[in-house]
């Protein structure tokens, strides 16, 4: 029954994207569409459901634009020498314009700069670089995004109880230290979003996160995580995820154990979690808009190109969705972002 209703949900959201798409399907009259540009695509990995919607939105571009758009990624959120490797050959391809979600804020610095030498553009989607070069970035706000999954998990335990929060990092590159002396080899996004969960959380007295955990890009390893965190803490009341990988092994675990005790907010909007969401497993999720980024994201590369002044930010938004809002119509087309 519960895939019955989850499908049905997708093709009623189906025929609700075919009446919104066709804001994508203008182009503005000052971007020509008469030559062919070769942008380059590079974000944190090559499979789930996140990243094949930034893929989406950036095809759906790259075809009104008239764009030749080449995608890759690693296997892995924390393969940072792959990525770096891939913003290299993408310099030696000479790419017009390089848009990248880069793994690590300090990680990706140095080949982003090496890229500006080259003249090559380079814009930011979903995770900025430490890089001044970079013309524009186009993604959420992660403290934001923070603050509204501390805000709900904290009105559902109503103010008090253990939380527990498995963040996402990656450590597999030595990079030297920014100008304030500290080290940052992860995300720069999932940063923001910790932060902006622990800020909020202080405000409260009698809410205390007792362990934040890191995984990479495995399922698995959250899973592992998620019941190592249960078994240290058995008063957990609470369990906030801050991206797509952590809350699917999170949620497994959580429904496997029919822990109802367990209160969630996960994060993203892939299939299982909405399936998580009717089920009860999840209470809420703070979902981005990854379509959007990878439209806008391509058709500010083509306004560079075409000498057109770009905004130096663009905040697509985060949304908290739970099972009274999930079938809004505003809310359908950021859930399932088909196009014709």
């Not at 890009?217 to 797509?244: C, D, F, Q, W």
């Amino acid at each position: 029954m519960r895939n019955i209703r989850f499908w049905l949900t997708l093709l009623l959201c189906g025929v609700l994207w075919i009446s919104v798409s066709s804001c994508f399907n203008s182009s503005p009259a000052y971007i020509s569409t008469n030559k062919t540009r070769n942008i380059h695509l590079i974000v944190k990995m090559n499979k789930g459901d996140y990243w094949n919607t930034v893929k989406l939105g950036a095809d759906a571009a790259a075809k009104e634009f008239n764009v030749k758009l080449t995608f890759k990624a690693p296997d892995s959120e924390s393969d940072i020498d792959e990525q770096v490797g891939m913003v290299e050959d993408s310099i030696k391809e000479k790419a017009d314009v390089i848009i990248l979600a880069a793994s690590s804020y300090m990680g990706l610095a140095q080949v982003v700069d090496q890229a500006a030498y080259y003249k090559i553009p380079v814009i930011s989607v979903d995770a900025e670089v430490g890089s001044a070069r970079v013309q524009a970035y186009v993604g959420s706000n992660g403290y934001e995004a923070g603050q509204k999954s501390a805000e709900r998990l904290i009105q559902l335990l109503q103010g008090y109880g253990e939380i527990g929060i498995i963040n996402f990092t990656n450590s597999s590159l030595n990079v030297a230290p920014d100008s304030s002396g500290s080290i940052d080899y992860g995300a720069r996004d999932a940063d923001e979003r910790e932060k902006g969960f622990l800020n909020y959380a202080a405000r409260y007295p009698n809410v205390k996160v007792v362990q934040i955990a890191y995984t990479s890009s495995s399922t698995v390893e959250a899973e592992a995580l998620t019941r190592e965190m249960l078994k240290k803490h058995p008063n957990l009341r609470g369990i906030a995820t801050l991206n797509e990988i952590a809350s699917q092994g999170a949620a497994k675990v959580i429904q496997s154990l029919s822990l109802d005790n367990i209160k969630m907010v996960a994060f993203d909007s892939s299939p299982s979690m909405m399936e998580s969401l009717q089920d009860g497993t999840v209470q809420a999720t703070v979902i981005q808009n990854p379509f959007s980024n990878g439209y806008l994201a391509v058709k500010y590369a083509v306004e560079a190109l075409e000498g057109v002044a770009i905004p130096e930010r663009v905040d697509t938004g985060t949304k908290l969705i739970d099972l009274e809002n999930m079938l809004w119509p505003e809310n359908q087309k950021l859930l399932f972002p088909f196009v014709r």
